[in-house]
């Protein structure tokens, strides 16, 4: 709220002016930005925005970066984002004291929950907040976080989030009805077209383990927790793993801890159920080929 006195003035620190601040860089990329053309996109990459943040703080002796957190494929609408979560841990836990974004839209493009963060969360931890190019800093300028200007840009954010949003849904609801693939990762036992990245072709180095699958259930009658040890017993990765390591693909599955890339039940009953596999699997039982 405007005129709001800061946090700060109530900082208890005779060397306030040389004290250090344990900063947290915080870079965010979405699929909202990839229709802003390509300058934009550029300006808004992980690469732009590590550079553009390192520099600044080495412009600024009072900041050290304690660590850097990076959402890559998370919309600014949600801020249930892994990387964001860790820094929201680090800071209630004390090991850092300043977060540093590009700009407000950065760290969201939620009209409400943004300003939540910097009107009363950050400031409830002491946390200097700074956006550089919106050049806002809690604590070398604490008027910046009061200004009209604030919400204003937080609510454009919100509503690009928006427009962007139907426009996108609009564009993926088009390229389904054509027949194109249009997630980030196909299911198990297929791969992108190198050629055509909106079209699928079957990874054959695991094809034999989705057919094996369907045997085990349709034709030996195995329940899926048996099924489970005889795929672990033979060393074969789940799909999370064989993603991740056989493919070297960046893909990550928040369930799964420690890297135990083992197969569960649950995994079984998603492929069973998965129309994907089982249309497929038809259709070649049909043609008599091998899948």
């Known amino acids: 709220m405007p005129g709001r006195?800061?946090?700060y003035s109530t900082i208890e620190n005779n060397d306030i002016k040389n004290k250090t601040w344990s900063a947290a860089l915080y870079i965010r990329l979405s699929q909202e930005d990839d229709d802003n053309g390509k300058d934009k996109q550029e300006s808004n990459s992980v690469t732009s925005q590590k550079t553009l943040l390192s520099e600044y703080v080495k412009e600024h002796e009072d900041l050290i970066v304690?660590?850097?957190y990076i959402d890559d494929g998370f919309t600014g609408t949600d801020f249930n984002r892994p990387a964001f979560q860790r820094l929201l841990k680090d800071?209630?836990?004390g090991k850092i004291n300043a977060i540093i974004v590009k700009d407000l839209s950065r760290l969201g493009r939620n009209y409400i929950e943004v300003g939540n963060y910097i009107e009363q969360v950050f400031p409830l931890f002491?946390?200097?907040f700074i956006a550089i190019n919106d050049t806002v800093d809690s604590f070398k300028n604490p008027a910046s976080t009061n200004t009209i200007l604030i919400p204003f840009k937080n609510l454009i954010n919100?509503?690009?989030?928006?427009?962007?949003?139907?426009k996108i849904r609009t564009s993926l609801?088009?390229?389904k009805k054509k027949g194109e693939f249009v997630g980030s990762f196909p299911a198990y036992g297929y791969i992108k077209d190198p050629k055509n990245k909106h079209k699928l072709i079957v990874d054959r180095s695991v094809a034999d383990?989705?057919?094996?699958i369907f045997e085990w259930t349709v034709n030996e009658g195995l329940g899926k927790i048996t099924i489970c040890h005889k795929l672990n017993e033979l060393g074969i990765l789940n799909p999370t793993g064989h993603k991740k390591i056989e493919l070297g693909q960046n893909y990550n599955?928040?369930?799964?801890?420690?890297?135990?890339y083992t197969w569960t039940p649950s995994t079984i009953r998603n492929i069973l159920s998965n129309e994907v596999y089982c249309r497929y699997y038809s259709s070649r039982k049909k043609k008599n080929e091998k899948l």
Not at 158 to 166: F, V
Not at 209 to 212: I, R, T
Not at 253 to 260: A, C, E, S, V
């Open 91 to 93: 800071m209630k836990n």
């Open 158 to 166: 919100d509503e690009y989030a928006r427009d962007t949003s139907i």
């Open 66 to 68: 304690y660590d850097t």
């Open 126 to 128: 002491n946390i200097r």
């Open 209 to 212: 383990v989705v057919k094996n």
């Open 173 to 175: 609801n088009g390229k």
């Open 5 to 7: 006195k800061s946090k």
């Open 253 to 260: 599955n928040y369930g799964i801890k420690d890297n135990t």
